[in-house]
């Protein structure tokens, strides 16, 4: 029961991760950044001139994407290395199907009840 109750509080932790940090909207700005480097590098039209002001520009912005990126989901691992700490069975209840179902449904409602209280 122990475990059920800390696959809760880390679908809760891990859910309002994602929503304050927007990783979602940092992984999509992390590859368009990508995208728009290669074609920045690729580009027939631009001076080496331009093609390098613009490339140093979109690479640093693209580092610090990505360590944004690489830092939250460090969070989200000690978060969940922290709790299997805590129970021993943490891991293996967290992928059983029951784990998966209520990780999944406490996301959901999580979002809902977040929805109706925010709006």
């Not at 109750?5 to 950044?33: A, G, P, V, Y």
């Not at 480097?37 to 580009?43: D, N, Q, R």
């Not at 490339?55 to 690489?70: D, V």
């Amino acid at each position: 029961m122990m475990s059920y109750l800390l696959i809760f509080i880390f679908s809760l932790i891990s859910c309002e991760i994602f929503i304050r940090f927007r990783l979602l909207f940092e992984f999509k700005s992390l590859f368009i950044r990508q995208k728009d480097l290669f074609s920045v590098l690729f580009s027939k039209i631009l001076s080496d001139e331009e093609k390098e002001a613009k490339i140093y520009k979109l690479s640093i912005s693209l580092f610090l994407s990505g360590l944004k990126c690489f830092l939250h989901l460090f969070l989200f691992i000690s978060i969940f290395y922290a709790l299997s700490i805590v129970s021993d069975t943490f891991i293996s209840s967290i992928l059983h199907p029951l784990g998966l179902i209520l990780s999944i449904l406490t996301f959901f409602l999580y979002i809902k009840i977040r929805k109706f209280f925010n709006d």
